[in-house]
């Protein structure tokens, strides 16, 4: 076995938005149990523009931004947890994957449902909770309040496969995620950068879905 | 740190304390006299679901002028229901139904400073009345012109004399 080598695996959009995304989990969590509900939904609207650029991101970005690059079959994971050597690749192993897409698609429910959320008092909701009654919008805010519990779960069993990395498999994942680079098996093929002005679009396209959104879908809504 | 800001709110509530009961030979008579027992436990059954009902008539308010283009019957009914409840607001907070009394999230705070709280009693009142009256009219941008400030009455006192949800 030849010396490993450090070449490019994550791309600067994929950088910003997870680290972006880490901190508005933090602070939505944070001025909703503060009471800060405004903040709270901005923030919350935030991460949803971040959700639709990376959806889009993975449909048009990097090698290793693409779902299709990425997402594995059954078969694949199971093989890949018989035998770690079997995968080689830049970008997210076959178990990864499954953890980025039950983290997306549990966030996209998160914010769905506060879409659609009143407060307990009845002072701010989300931009489209005025679409259903308000018993329905109060029902909303315990869903939505209740499925944190599944998103918080995800993010610690995240963390936690990316500690057992760092320890049993001596892998940097995090530093990884930060430099955008890792040292990889010579031979296997880096990143294949996407375009930056494609980035740019992906994610005016989730501002703009978003905006869309808190004007209360027009013209279904009003 | 949570253990100093715990001191640090206990020092507090000790110096607005010892500062109550010096005002408090002066201060008008509480509006309602020290209530215990069953009877204290059904005032607190009464404010909860008082307070409830403010919140949904709240959130009525809050949906319909949100859509853009209200139904005034319902805004009127809302608002008339708010006014109402407002008004018996201010029997629902008589010494001794405080958090020693049972389950509640009214804070303690609400009978070491009486007269700020009466303040938020009125300042609630008061903006109630205005919005019932701006409802009234049938006029939905009046309406909706004078919901914030209804909204801000709730959000005074919560912010200083409400416990959080979940505790
Ligand atoms: C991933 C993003 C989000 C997270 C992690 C999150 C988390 C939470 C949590 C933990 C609560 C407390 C629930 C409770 O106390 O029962 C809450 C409440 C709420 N959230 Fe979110 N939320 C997110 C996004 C959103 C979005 C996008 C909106 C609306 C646009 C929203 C609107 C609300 C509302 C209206 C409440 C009720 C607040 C209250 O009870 O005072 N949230 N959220």
Redesign the pocket.
């Known amino acids: 076995m030849s010396e490993p080598v450090k070449v490019a695996v994550w791309d600067v959009p994929i950088r910003l938005f997870h680290w972006l995304l880490v901190g508005l ?1 933090g602070f ?2 944070y001025a ?1 149990k503060s009471g800060h ?1 405004v903040w ?2 901005y923030s ?2 935030a ?2 523009s971040l959700l639709i650029f990376r959806l889009l991101w993975g449909l048009v970005g990097s090698s290793t931004a693409r779902f299709a690059t990425f997402v594995a079959g059954p078969e694949r994971v199971l093989g890949y947890l018989r035998d770690k050597s079997s995968w080689a690749a830049a970008g997210h192993s076959p178990l990864g994957a499954l953890s980025v897409l039950a983290l997306l698609g549990a ?1 996209l429910v ?2 769905g449902l ?2 659609f ?4 008092d009845g002072l ?4 489209l909770a005025h679409f259903i009654s308000v018993d329905k919008a109060d029902l909303m ?2 869903i ?2 209740a499925w ?1 519990f599944v ?1 918080a779960a995800l993010i610690v069993l995240h963390v936690g496969a990316i500690v057992y990395y760092r320890l049993f498999q001596k892998q940097k994942l995090t530093k990884a995620m930060i430099t955008g680079r890792k040292a990889l098996e010579p031979g296997v093929a880096p990143m294949r950068p996407g375009k930056w002005w494609v980035a740019v679009i992906c994610l005016i396209a989730g501002i703009a879905v978003t905006r869309w959104i808190i004007a209360g879908v027009p013209p279904f809504g009003g | 740190m949570r253990k100093t800001i715990v001191a640090a709110a206990a020092v507090i509530a000790l110096v607005a304390c010892s500062k109550q009961n010096q005002t408090r030979v002066s201060a008008p008579a509480p509006a309602s006299a020290t209530v215990s027992g069953a009877k204290a436990k059904s005032v607190m059954h009464e404010r909860s679901d008082g307070m409830k009902k403010v919140g949904k008539a709240m959130k009525i308010l809050g949906a319909q002028i949100k859509s853009g283009a209200p139904d005034m019957t319902a805004v009127k009914a809302a608002a008339a229901a708010m006014d109402g409840l407002a008004r018996k607001s201010s029997a629902w907070f008589p010494a001794g139904t405080g958090p020693d009394a049972g389950k509640t999230r009214a804070k303690a705070e609400i009978w070491l400073k009486p007269q700020d709280f009466a303040a938020k009693v009125k300042g609630f009142q008061t903006a109630a009345a205005n919005f019932n009256a701006a409802a009234q009219t049938g006029n939905a941008a009046t309406a909706t012109a004078s919901l914030g400030e209804l909204g801000k009455s709730c959000k005074a006192c919560h912010d200083n004399y409400r416990s959080d ?2 505790r």
């Open positions: 989990i939505s969590f909703v509900v709270h939904i919350g609207l991460i949803l966030l998160q914010v506060g879409l959320a009143v407060d307990e701010n909701e989300g931009p805010r315990g939505h309040g944190f998103v | 949800e979940h």
